[in-house]
């Protein structure tokens, strides 16, 4: 695994955050050096900060201005920056999925508008491994880049007022798992019944940004089988 190295810029939000920038024409390094950043000021609470957002090309730092200072936060930020950053070594995770039918509902949809068979959009959308970009809404949504389709997926046209839980999403070039019931946009190609989000355990969701997820094509007959929250399955 490569170290990283780049530029960045370093911005003051209201008294207590700082949004740092970085600046690389790759858009893998960029989203590396995001991460690693965010990896290793989490926890530093020790010298102030208090929480740390890391996204695709900025990394948001809030702290105790009552411990540090924006001018410290930036100096740490380009202690860090300046050296080279380490990624760490990825979870990988394997995730049952039941595709089609009234699981995926809007496969022979995506097949339509890619010019391929629902058989086809199964195969690529489990043929390789899906990385984890971030974690988002809604409850720990896994938002992730992976196997590419023959042309950007479009969402909706007309978003659903609920998702079931699990649902496995796709749209762009990208792919989704809505952990909880709620509104939603992306196209659905089939559910996980395993239950990813748990408010009883800490954090609530067992991958982070980094991590991998690899889909495995199951029959309906399996569904029970795997109904149940993940650290309750061996996957």
């Known amino acids: 695994m490569k170290n990283v190295k780049t530029s960045f810029t370093c911005q003051e939000y209201g008294d207590s955050a700082v949004l740092i920038n970085i600046e690389n024409d790759d858009y893998e390094t960029r989203w590396l050096a995001t991460q690693s950043l965010g990896d290793a000021l989490r926890d530093k609470t020790s010298i102030g ?6 996204s695709f090309q900025t990394v948001f730092i809030s702290f105790n201005a009552l411990v540090t200072n924006h001018a410290a936060v930036f100096e740490i930020v380009k202690d860090y920056l300046q050296a080279d950053l380490v990624p760490r070594t990825p979870n990988h995770f394997k995730l049952p999925v039941i ?16 010019g391929i068979t629902p058989d086809e959009v199964m195969e690529i959308h489990s ?5 984890i970009r971030f974690v988002g809404s809604p409850v720990g949504a896994p938002m992730m880049d992976g196997p590419k389709f023959p042309i950007s997926v479009p969402r909706l046209q007309t978003p659903v007022t609920r998702m079931e839980p699990g649902s496995v999403a796709v ?3 990208q792919s989704i ?25 800490n954090p609530n969701v067992p991958y982070r940004a980094g991590d991998h997820i690899k889909f495995e ?5 399996d569904w029970d089988n795997w109904n149940r929250l993940f650290h ?4």
Do not use: M
């Not at 900060?49 to 890391?54: C, E, G, R, Y």
């Not at 043929?127 to 990385?131: A, K, L």
């Open 177 to 201: 798992i809505y952990n909880a019931p709620s509104p939603g946009g992306w196209q659905v190609i089939g559910r996980t019944p395993v239950k990813l989000f748990d408010l009883e355990t």
């Open 217 to 221: 094509p199951i029959a309906p007959a």
């Open 171 to 173: 749209s762009g070039l």
């Open 99 to 114: 595709y089609g039918d009234t699981y995926g509902p809007h496969i022979n949809q995506v097949a339509e508008i890619c």
């Open 127 to 131: 043929s390789q491994d899906w990385v």
């Open 49 to 54: 900060i208090i929480d740390v957002v890391a």
């Open 232 to 235: 309750q399955v061996k996957i």
